[in-house]
Nanobody, 122 residues
Framework: QVQLVESGGGLVQAGGSLRLSCAAS????????MGWYRQAPGNQRELVAT???????TYADSVKGRFTISRDNAKNTVYLQMNSLKPEDTAVYYC????????????????WGQGTQVTVSS
């Protein structure tokens, strides 16, 4: 089993910054992709940013130029630096990891963190 533990959410004023962290632990051979998603009340969960083990990144258009995703492969940890925050960034942010594990065979499975609240006041 794999656990993802997120930290770093909170309340911040518009224009401020926050840094989210997500550490994966457990039965891990490697992690192909790590990412951040968010869900605001009444909305579907949406992709914010992803990063591969080769550090190729993708971003939602709404956060390009303001958010930066990074990872520490040795620590199985992904970060999301969020700058110039806007009230519309308010949501629960979820960490995701596509993990390669092994029992008898190798397998790939998606895991999710418990979510961390980010609230941006105007």
């Amino acid at each position: 089993q794999v656990q993802l533990v997120e930290s770093g959410g909170g309340l911040v004023q518009a224009g401020g910054s926050l840094r989210l962290s997500c550490a994966a632990s457990g039965s891990i051979v490697s992690i192909n992709v790590m990412g951040w998603y968010r869900q605001a009340p009444g909305n579907q969960r949406e992709l914010v940013a992803t990063i591969t083990s080769g550090v190729t990144t993708t971003y939602a258009d709404s956060v390009k130029g303001r958010f930066t995703i990074s990872r520490d492969n040795a620590k199985n940890t992904v970060y999301l630096q969020m700058n110039s925050l806007k009230p519309e960034d308010t949501a629960v942010y979820y960490c995701n990891a596509r993990v390669v594990g092994r029992s008898i065979y190798y397998y790939t499975r998606d895991y999710w963190g418990q979510g961390t609240q980010v609230t941006v006041s105007s």
